[in-house]
DNA sequence: TTGCCCATGTAATACGTTACATGATTTC
DNA sequence: GAAATCATGTAACGTATTACATGGGCAA
């Protein structure tokens, strides 16, 4: 349901698109959220235009084929949107990586929590660089789907780095002194 | 493979179980960083034994089966937890509203936060009850599987939180005054 | 004896990833 | 003419959810 939420967000932000663009969007702009690659892409847009949330207009160059969402299709993302109840289950392996942290020691804990922290760091690179793209594409005045959950992404890894120094300090405070 | 992870790991820190009882244990303590019912617990603990990663005792009352870990199995967790290369992919059907939140105009978006913001309270209600009990295991000298992982999902879900009021006031701004 | 919890499993369906497969157009 | 990019799709496999199905043991 999801894929398709997305989806249909897209298209309706910035209008007809190929499975192709679609596919280069998620990649770029929806991707810190949701991820898809082309071959959930492709089947999923067929699905759409048998249930009618989007049509797809004649094949252009190269067998592209340019889809656009429809009335049904702008009302069910707004369904989604207003009428679903929000369900707060997460799945991430770091968190489960930080859960099972306890059946390392002291020091190879240390070394997963340093590791860790480099992963969390990249991401907040690459957050913070889609953020400052966002930001020059917002000045000449392109619509800005995406910007709030950019702020919450931005947040969110933050705090996981910060997290990640509270508790090398706690492991670091537990070993024996050397 | 991390199903097979967080069951090695449980396995690991509480002894001896049956797939009954780490179905109980995912619900209680693993749940809010990774989610499994026994209809995919049981298949994984039949595919572990296979692979060796678990021995299966003899059958007790209503053919109860205690699963034990192996050392293969510990091995298991332990080059996961140190050898694998972090990955931050995250996919949040949460941080996909607040993506497309700007689809919907001020009100709306407004009453969407609002019903985000109950259900981050329950999470967050949730997760401190569940580390008041576990403050309370921990006391009576109880081993502490998912100490760290339960401060980085209060951290997280207290992160959201801020985010949304600032988001409300972003976006009551914006709107033009009544 | 009825209902609840213990205890295990399978089946159908959906969602997601990786790999395979093909061909047109543009750019160097 | 070779390489990169555009463009679409399918197949195989793995993971996850929901529903179906069964039966033992205990307590009211």
Redo the contacts with the bound molecule.
């Keep these: 349901?999801?894929?398709r939420i997305a989806l249909l967000g897209l298209l309706s932000s910035s209008g007809p698109a190929?499975?192709?663009?679609l596919?280069?969007k998620f990649e770029r702009s929806i991707n810190h959220v949701?991820?898809?690659?082309?071959?959930?892409i492709?089947?999923e847009?067929?699905k759409m235009v048998i249930d009618g949330l989007v049509t797809v207009g004649a094949e252009?160059?190269?067998?592209?084929?340019?889809y656009t969402i429809t009335r049904e299709g702008t009302a069910e993302v707004r369904r989604w949107l207003t009428e679903r109840t929000p369900t707060e289950?997460t799945?991430s392996e770091s968190a489960l990586e930080a859960f099972l942290l306890p059946l390392l020691d002291g020091p190879e804990a240390l070394a997963a929590l340093a590791r860790m922290t480099s992963a969390i760091e990249a991401k907040l690179k690459g957050l913070e660089e889609l953020q400052a793209t966002h930001r020059r594409e917002a000045a000449t005045g392109r619509t800005h789907l995406g910007h709030y959950a950019l702020n919450l992404g931005i947040m969110q890894t933050k705090t996981a780095l910060t997290w990640a120094k509270e508790t090398a300090a706690d492991l670091e405070a537990r070993m024996p002194p050397t």
């Design positions: 349901m999801s894929l190929s499975g192709y663009d596919t280069k949701w991820q898809a690659g082309h071959s959930q492709y089947p847009l067929a252009g160059a190269r067998g592209r084929k340019t289950a799945r």
